[in-house]
Structure formats: structure tokens, C-alpha cells
């Protein structure tokens, strides 16, 4: 990977090979700054090119491509596990408006919000500690091992939110829609709460986007369960006017989630990364910092 | 160009400051220390236990009584030929000796194994246009809608059209209690929303089970829809292979020791594809039906959440390590392993 940085016509070829090519806008005139991936005024500005923004699109992009691949991958196991009781024709429990509007509504606006905003460590102590920029040229964010684990917790997570409704309503006189409304709900909550446990950074926007996406998924279920032509008309009144509903929608939710939980406490705290021991810096530096001693202030 | 005519010019390009822009937005950032993972973890089970163990108990003082029929009803030794013929007998004794006693209502329900209620093409093949109104009578989209049940051999429309409709369960049960009858009570069986705004109320049966083959019960065709409890109920598409279905509901108490007597009709075949039906009675609890399944997840994951937050106190007392300190950045590491 190689960045190359001038200013000057002669530099513009240069600028065209690299695979980032950065043209300062200055003295000797425009044709760098027509040529180059990224533009700016002083040289000086090369240093939190790459260890501010540089760092933070990378994490974001590594960590938005894996939840993306483990969210789709979430909904659509949950489909292929019903597959198997439905004599492998494939009927799909979850009505299809709910199935379209999972990618669209469901679990898209927390994604892309959390893909623009949430950054991992703050400006100052990435421009305070330039090796936590090796964190990137180690692939620490995106590699093979992390996408296998994601796809695990996938299948997991897909297996609880499948099985655990299916064995407690196996005799019983459950329609179609209506377990298909707790698989949706269910599975749009385990989502939305893997993003929020890895999400680092939360301000106003996140929570709105995050919290509001699952109000919305509640009102478009509760909508869609009010057109008559459906076959799901008033599934949803019914089955959320039962206990056992809540109870599997709490079991669910936590079971899905304790094995991430485990894992996050676990390599966070035994085997952490510079970016961990980063935040860890960011967050007690203040406490470090009484006078009197540790947490004596 | 002078200093300060430089200064303002650039500070006239500088943009404004918002924070939003420069990613400043105030934030908080939550960060998984020791107290919290064991206070989650211990939580969780301190929760889950408990309702674990209610859930069980409420399960278990649920008395459901369930009597497989479809074998020992037909002595036939061709049980298709025997259950298609319109003229033989079906009526079959039942006895059922009641363990605990059953307070009312409970609910007497008809359980159906292996009957692929969410067969993708079978579940499609319906009209809910037709259910609710009559004046609908377009014949292809209700062809289109209902195939292959949706007209007779001359070409006449079905009402109510579709392989559901067509299929519908038709055994009926008829209770005893110590030799003294019960009543059933077959109202409100369905869902009130169902009976208002998907059945019309001036729909009624027209060329029902017309179709060539004969697949379940017949309709009165003096009832409309809406009345039709059996039908709205069967209607709604079971999610598993292995469903039940409300009946009815049987008012009385029952005591224990008490001797239920069942006079079935076995009308309704299952015998073509190896399914198997079941007459369950059952009281009712707010946790539903008599389930093991949801108390005993409950307190395993409360067990396995305890254990946890256990193993995470043992690991943190052997392993401790200072938050924040910069010692453990990996150039720091390293470079302190050079030293020795």
C-alpha cells in the first residue's frame, strides 16, 4: 500500500500510481489536487489524514462490512431453519412485507449511522500515540478470523431466535403469522442489540436511531397486522396479549446475546488490543489524574 | 499579502464550527470494567431463576389430557377405503380417567401430527377477498387465488374457495362425565377479529366440497361465514406439522378419578399421508399450554449466567490487570521485554 503526497505538475504521475494519491493545493498551482484521492491546503495536514481519519474509516468500514454480512445472514438462517418443517417448500413464516422491509427499515438507519459517527478513540489520543495507526496495517479489524467468528454468531444467534419459540410452541394451536411476528421482532431486537453492544461511542443520534428503529419495526409489525387482506390480520394483538410472548421475547434476546457478551469481557479484558488499552486511557485518564490518588479526587 | 490580510482571508474559507461536523458530539462511552460484566451476568441469573421455577410450576399444575385416536378407531384392516366410505359407522368409544381435577373451562382441542398446514402452495390457496364479501366474484383472480379449489367441474365459483377451506377437519366429540353428558360450548372459539372483519357476515357457503373430490367437512349453508367458528378457526394456518386446534370449551369442573367418555366421529382421513389425530383436553394457565420447555430454558440460562459471572470473579481475582495503563500498549510491552 503505498500514499504519494506533492504539490507540483511533476508530481501528478506519481500521485496517479500510488494507491492513495494526496495533492496539496497551494503554491504551485492545481493539477496535483485534480489528480489525487484527497485534497488539502498544507503538508502538515498529512498527519491527521492518517492517524485521525485514516484510523477511523477504517475501523468503521471493517466492523460495518462484518455486521452487515452477520445481520442478513441472521434473518435469512431464521428463514432456512423454518424451511425444514414446512415439508422443505419454502414458506416463509415471516410475512413478506416484514421480510422486505428488514433490510430496508428494520435494521438499515442504526448501520448507517453508526458507520458515519461512532469512532473508537478521540482525536487527541491518536495524534498523542501514532502507533495505534499499526492497528490498521495489522488488519486488527477485518480479517479472517473475526468474519468466521461473526458468522458463528450468526448461526447462533439464528439457532436461538428459531428454536426457542419453536420448542415452546410445538403443540400448540400457534398460527403462522403469529410466530412469525415474535421470529421477526425477535430477530430485528438480537440485531439491533449486537450493534448496540459494539457500538463506542454513544451520542443523541445513535440512541434516537437505534432505539426509534425498534419502535419502528413495533409499529410497521402492529400496521401490516392491521390490513385485512393479509393473511396476518391481528396476529400481532393476539400473540402479544399472551404471557409466554414476553417471556420467550426476553429469553431469546439474552441468550442470543450472552456468548458475544462473554467473548467482548473476555478478549477486552485478558487479551486487549492498543485500541482497547486507547479507550481505557481516554476514560480513566481523568481519574489518573486526582491529586490525591487513584479515585481520590 | 500581509499577515493579517492572510489571516482573514483564511479564516473567512475556515467553515463553520458545528459539532456535529467535526464529530465532536458529546458522548458517552461505556467500557466493560469487571463490576459490570459480573453484575450483568449475576443479574440475569438472579432474574431468570425465579421465573424459571414459576413458569415450571405453573406447567405443572396444568393438567392436559391428550388421547391418540386415529389407530384404534379403525379396525379396518383398509383404513382408506373404511374412513372414505360415506356409509360405514365411524362412531368411537373413548375412555379417559382424569388424574387431578380439571377446574373449568377447560379447553378441549383436536391435535393433527404430520399435516403440513404451511405447505407453501396450500397455504396460498385462499381468497381472503371472497371471505369477507360477496359482491367479489372475479373469476381469475379467484381461480388464480384459490387453485386448484376454485370452481366445480361446470365452472361455478366455490365459496368459500381454496385448498383450507376445502380441508377442513370434521371429526366432532361428544363428552361424558361419569355417564351424565357435558356440553360443549363452540362459541367464541375464534378470534373476535377474525369473526368481525375477515368473515363477511352476509357470506355464505355456495358449491362447498363441489369440486370432484371431497377433503374434509361439509358447511351449513344457512350460516354465514362469520358464524362459521370451525372454519375461521381451521382457517388460520398452523405454523407447525404438529398443531391443535380449540374445539371447544367444556364449562364444568372435573374431579379426579372422574371417567371421561368420548364418542368420536372419525370422519376426517388422515390415514393417506401417515398423519395421526389426538383429542386433548387441557386447562388453561397464563403461561398457555402445559410446556416444560420455558422454565426449564429459564433457569439453565440463569444457571449458565451464574456460573459465568463465577468463573469471570475467579479469572479476574487470578488475572487482575490495571485499567488504562499505558504499559500494557504492545510497543510498551515490547519494549519492556527487550530490557530484561
Known sequence: MTLAIGDGANDVSMIQMADVGVGINGQEGGQAVMASDFSMGQFRFLVPLLLVHGHWNYQRMGYMILYNFYKNATFVLVLFWYVLYTSFTLT??????????????????????????????????????????????????????????????????????????????RQSTIGMSSLGDLWALASVIVVNMQLAMDIIRWNWIIHVFVWGTIAATVICLFVIDSIWVLPGYGAIYHIMGQGLFWL??????????????????????????DIQIGREIEKFEALNQCVYGPFIC | MSVSGSESAASANKPKYSKFTQQELPAC??????????????????????????????????????????????????????????????????????????????????????????????????????LRDK?????KAVAKACDPEATTGDGSLIVPCGLIAWSLFNDTYAFSVNKKSVTVNKKDIAWASDKNSKFGSNVFPVNFQKGGLIGGGNLNDKLPLSEQEDL????????????????????????????????????????????????????????????????VAYVAVGGICLLLAMGFVV????????????????WNKEAAEYSH
Not at chain 1, 148 to 154: C, D, G, Q, R, S
Not at chain 1, 248 to 257: P, Q, S, Y
Not at chain 2, 135 to 139: A, E, Q, S, T
Request: net charge positive; proline share 5%.
Open chain 1, 92 to 169: 416463509t413464516a415471516i410475512t413478506e412485507w416484514s421480510s422486505l422491509l428488514y433490510t430496508v427499515l428494520y435494521t438499515s438507519l442504526p448501520t448507517i449511522v453508526v458507520g458515519i459517527l461512532d469512532k473508537d478513540l478521540s482525536k487527541s489520543t491518536l495524534l498523542a500515540y501514532p502507533k495505534l495507526y499499526g492497528s490498521g496495517q495489522r488488519n486488527e479489524k477485518y480479517n479472517l478470523n473475526l468474519f468466521v467468528l461473526n458468522m458463528l454468531e450468526a448461526l447462533w444467534q439464528s439457532l436461538v431466535v428459531f428454536y426457542i419459540p419453536y420448542f415452546a410452541y
Open chain 1, 248 to 273: 420467550l421475547l426476553l429469553i431469546i434476546v439474552v441468550t442470543a446475546m450472552v456468548p458475544h457478551f462473554a467473548i467482548k469481557a473476555f478478549s477486552e479484558h485478558f487479551v486487549p488490543s
Open chain 2, 29 to 130: 462511552k461505556p467500557l466493560l470494567t469487571p463490576g459490570i460484566v459480573i453484575g450483568a451476568f449475576s443479574l440475569i441469573g438472579i432474574i431468570f431463576v425465579p421465573i424459571g421455577l414459576a413458569s415450571l410450576s405453573a406447567s405443572q399444575e396444568i393438567v392436559e389430557l391428550i388421547d391418540r385416536y386415529d389407530e384404534e378407531c379403525v379396525t379396518a384392516s383398509d383404513k382408506i377405503g373404511f374412513i372414505q366410505d360415506s356409509k360405514a359407522n365411524k362412531a368411537c368409544t373413548r375412555k379417559i380417567t382424569v388424574p387431578k381435577p380439571m377446574k373449568g373451562p377447560i379447553h378441549v382441542y383436536y391435535q393433527l401430527e404430520n399435516f403440513y398446514q404451511n405447505h407453501r402452495r396450500y397455504v396460498q390457496s385462499r381468497s381472503d377477498q371472497q
Open chain 2, 135 to 139: 359482491d367479489y366474484k372475479d373469476p
Open chain 2, 315 to 330: 479469572l479476574y481475582v487470578v488475572k487482575p490487570r490495571a485499567l488504562g495503563d499505558p504499559a500494557y500498549l504492545s
Open chain 2, 232 to 295: 375461521i378457526v381451521w382457517m388460520r394456518t398452523a405454523a407447525l406439522p404438529t398443531f391443535r386446534k380449540l374445539y371447544g370449551r367444556i364449562e364444568t369442573d372435573i374431579m379426579a378419578s372422574d371417567e371421561i367418555t368420548v364418542v368420536i366421529q372419525n370422519n376426517y382421513n388422515t390415514y393417506s399421508f401417515g398423519g395421526t389425530k389426538a383429542v386433548v383436553l387441557s386447562t388453561a394457565s397464563w403461561i398457555g399450554g402445559k410446556n416444560n420447555f420455558i422454565g
